[in-house]
T-cell receptor, first 116, second 118 residues
Framework: GENVEQHPSTLSVQEGDSAVIKCTYS??????FPWYKQELGKRPQLIID?????GEKKDQRIAVTLNKTAKHFSLHITETQPEDSAVYFC???????????????FGPGTSLSVIP | DAGVIQSPRHEVTEMGQEVTLRCKLI?????LFWYRQTMMRGLELLIY????????DSGMPEDRFSAKMPNASFSTLKIQPSEPRDSAVYFC????????????????FGPGTRLTVL
């Protein structure tokens, strides 16, 4: 069945350094890849996303890259700050087979700690 | 808009009791997702409704769990009887109809209900 793997499961970086989180997906029909950030005790919130017809997207300190051939996508955070500390979830989305409804598969999450 | 609303925010109950979690979608959204989050299993999709119809309930753990969408803006998740292993944070999320979504498939999560079954 569909699966999204995410690495690493935990990541610690010094403030100001970069952080990279990598995900792989199994379903080649996936065409939309959102990233969610969940701060401690809070709800997951969308921070950036990418469609399958785009290889890279950037929003200030956050960027996402997609390699459809390899079925890899990655989140890059530059100049990390303590407020970036959170759990980050990647996800892959595609339509349920034979329908126009969309299925979203979440990765297991990466706990990022930014050390001041 | 207040966003997705969930109630209660915290629920502590004893094993065997019935638990009902509630969710109000964002106005205009037509897709509703119930998730369960635990340290061990992460974020698990329990059930997905589209236009009040269950599309995917393959994640519902067993017959003790049931979900309904009595109207376009409201859903309930019921656990009867509850067990200690049901302790988790339960999120609901909603999204716009695909043809109206400025960002494809973005899910907007509610604040969650933290359930503790003793």
């Amino acid at each position: 069945g569909e699966n999204v793997e995410q690495h690493p499961s935990t990541l610690s970086v010094q403030e100001g350094d970069s952080a990279v989180i990598k995900c792989t997906y199994s379903d080649s029909a996936s065409n939309y890849f959102p990233w969610y950030k969940q701060e401690l005790g809070k709800r997951p919130q969308l921070i950036i996303d990418i469609r399958s017809n785009v290889g890279e997207k950037k929003d200030q300190r956050i960027a996402v890259t997609l390699n459809k051939t390899a079925k890899h996508f990655s989140l890059h955070i530059t100049e990390t700050q303590p407020e970036d500390s959170a759990v980050y979830f990647c996800a892959a989305s595609r339509a349920y087979r034979g329908t126009s409804y969309d299925k979203v598969i979440f990765g297991p999450g990466t706990s990022l700690s930014v050390i001041p | 808009d207040a966003g997705v609303i969930q109630s209660p925010r915290h629920e502590v109950t004893e094993m065997g009791q019935e638990v009902t979690l509630r969710c109000k979608l964002i106005s205009g959204h037509n897709s509703l997702f119930w998730y369960r989050q635990t340290m061990m299993r992460g974020l698990e999709l329990l059930i997905y409704f589209n236009n009040n119809v269950p599309i995917d309930d393959s994640g519902m753990p067993e017959d003790r769990f049931s979900a309904k969408m009595p109207n376009a803006s409201f859903s309930t998740l019921k656990i009867q009887p509850s067990e200690p292993r049901d302790s988790a944070v339960y999120f609901c999320a909603s999204s716009l109809p695909r043809e109206r979504a400025p960002i494809m498939n973005t899910q907007y999560f509610g604040p969650g209900t933290r359930l503790t079954v003793l």
